[in-house]
């Protein structure tokens, strides 16, 4: 279990706003913000639902602090005395390298980055710190994790962590596509993703919308069906994203489409559109698949087709069903893409 209170406590004499806190989950994040000394504290996310979640969270304690949601740490506003970055196990780990880098350039002088890791070795920080800072200091590791901090002493050049890719499907052309960590799809294609445009109906001419878009491959690969004039929408709660789907659809050619960061589907307009193609995250416990399905039923146009791909299938296809009537189920790849269609029987 990472305890946080734990470990902060370790290291809480050396806390001096501003404070920064570095993603952590809606409720790491928000138990920092209470432990923080009173001044002002910045949380950075890149995800749009997380970061409402910890709005949530810190009304429930009772705190208040900037949520800020932005492509790159970097892009957060003002400097920094301190800067706390929550490591969690299991996290990306060209995330983890991004952000430590990204971190520097918001530190004021003589700044601390503060990392509280939940390893009891981790084998990454202490090498990426040194790198960075030069030089580190470290507690003993407790069965609570660690703690480690390092200073500001000079600026380093900015760079990002990018990796790019090349996608086609069957004899289609090949599309490169520019990634970055944290973000859905980083350096391949994802097999859900391709599995889901193999069985999807794709005509020239139609709008399609591509939901959880990641960096844009759906979107970008499906207008070689529908045409590069054909509109397509880019939708997507990390704003890292959204910034890359522009970046991909721009480079692939598309002329007619758009990008937009929401986590709740708002602000795009009802029956616009004839396909929508779903591919939401695993994690979420079948909630945002939920939201996926009941928002787009209002999106599509009459006769409009709407395809989601999981590996949940028993859990997910009963939405569909109570939304749409008619559901249909394809095997591909090892994963089940369903279909429906707006106006069928309910």
Not at 31 to 50: K, M
Not at 215 to 243: H, K, M, P
Request: hydrophobic share 40%.
């Amino acid at each position: 279990m990472f305890q946080l209170a734990t470990l902060y406590g370790q290291i809480a004499a050396r806390v001096r706003p501003p404070v920064a806190i570095v993603l952590g989950s809606p409720q790491q994040a928000a138990e920092l913000v209470s432990l923080c000394p009173a001044g002002d504290v910045t949380c950075f996310q890149l995800d749009l639902h997380q970061a409402g979640r910890l709005e949530e969270e810190l009304h429930l304690i009772g705190r208040s602090a900037n949520v800020e949601t932005r492509p790159d740490l970097w892009d957060l506003p003002g400097l920094y005395q301190t800067v706390l970055f929550p490591i969690a196990m299991h996290g990306e780990r060209e995330l983890k390298l991004d952000l430590l880098e990204q971190a520097l350039p918001i530190m004021k002088s003589k700044g601390l980055l503060i990392a509280l890791s939940a390893y009891d070795r981790d084998q990454l920080l202490p090498k990426a710190l040194k790198k960075l800072f030069g030089k580190l200091h470290e507690l003993p590791y407790t069965r609570d994790g660690g703690v480690f901090w390092c200073a500001k002493e000079k600026e380093k050049p900015r760079r990002r962590h990018e990796l790019r890719f090349h996608a086609r499907l069957g004899e289609g052309p090949s599309h490169s596509f520019l990634t970055r960590p944290g973000v859905f799809s980083y350096g391949r294609m994802d097999d859900g993703a391709r599995a889901l445009l193999e069985v999807a109906s794709i005509q020239p001419g139609d709008a399609v919308l591509d939901l959880g878009c990641g960096v844009g491959t759906n979107g970008v690969l499906a207008a070689d069906r529908a045409g590069l004039d054909a509109v397509i929408t880019f939708v997507d709660s990390n704003v890292r994203s959204i910034v890359l789907a522009e970046e991909n659809a721009r480079t692939n050619c598309l002329t007619r489409f758009s990008c937009l960061a929401t986590s709740t589907m708002d602000g795009l307009p009802p029956g616009s559109f004839d396909v929508i193609l779903a591919n939401p995250p695993y994690y979420a416990a079948s909630s945002i698949a939920k939201m996926f399905i009941e928002r787009s039923a209002t999106l599509l146009r009459e006769g409009g087709r709407f395809y989601l791909v999981t590996k949940q299938v028993e859990q997910v296809a009963p939405m569909l069903v109570d939304v749409f009537g008619d559901v249909d189920a394809f095997e591909n790849r090892g994963y089940t893409v369903l279909e429906a269609q707006a106006g069928g029987d309910s």
